[in-house]
């Protein structure tokens, strides 16, 4: 039961343009949504999030978009840097019973090519 | 301010034979979690600790892993006995309760566990 999909195991990006990742949940109580960074033999790092009550959120380069009618979230990468190259974790939060239960995607990795 | 400690890094074992990790949240922070990566798989939630207490172990394969976190702090997870599929990098996290972050996790590097 995948309930936050990531369906585009990598990407690959010239270096300067735009890189767009996508993400699609099925759980409408989801709340909250972030992405995350993960560089080889390191934890996940946060990124950005978004509330569900929003469709925007920017932050320096990166933006996330959100669609609730389609149940569809997207990471922009303006420009994209060698330095992003990394895999990007989608995840949705909701409230459960006493804390915040997080469902991470399967991941995109990201190659930016200089 | 310093980040989620884990040790080991690496672990190899055989299978059958018990293996435990250690994970030192931030400091303050009173919600921890343990997770699971398979490669090419997302983290996967194993449990999840307010202070001492345990809200969600529902995907905590109970008859093989254990983990407590006692005194609210330090936490340790245990597999007895391991199995080839338990292979994987496990990942603990931490969560300040309040303020402008409190959704964000904080990760620790992982531990990379491979059972032959």
């Known amino acids: 039961d995948q309930q936050v999909k990531q369906n585009s195991p990598s990407l690959s990006v010239q270096e300067g343009r735009i890189s767009i990742l996508n993400c699609d949940y099925t759980n409408s109580m989801f709340d909250y949504f972030l992405w995350y960074k993960k560089y080889p033999a390191e934890g996940p790092t946060f990124l950005i999030s978004?509330?569900?009550?929003?469709d925007k959120n920017e932050d320096g380069r990166f933006t996330v978009f959100l669609n609730k009618s389609a149940k569809h979230l997207s990471l922009h990468i303006v420009p994209s840097q060698p330095g992003d190259s990394a895999v990007y974790f989608c995840a949705a939060s909701g409230l459960n019973t006493g804390g915040f239960k997080t469902i991470f995607g399967a991941g995109t990795r990201l190659f930016v090519k200089a | 301010e310093a980040g989620v400690a884990q040790s080991p890094r690496y672990k190899i074992i055989e299978k059958r034979q018990s293996v435990a990790f250690w994970c030192n949240p931030i400091s303050g922070h009173a919600t921890l979690y343990w997770y699971q990566q398979i490669l090419g798989q997302g983290p996967k939630l194993l449990i999840q600790f307010q202070n001492n207490g345990v809200v969600d172990d529902s995907q905590l394969p109970k008859d093989r892993f254990s983990a407590e976190r006692l005194k609210g702090v330090d936490s340790t997870l245990k597999i007895q006995p391991a199995k080839l599929e338990d292979s994987a990098v496990y990942l603990c996290?931490?969560?300040?309760?309040?303020?402008?972050?409190?959704?964000?996790?904080?990760f620790g590097p992982g531990t990379r566990l491979t059972v032959l």
């Open positions: 978004i509330s569900s009550i929003k």
């Open positions: 996290a931490s969560r300040d309760s309040g303020g402008s972050s409190y959704n964000e996790q904080f």
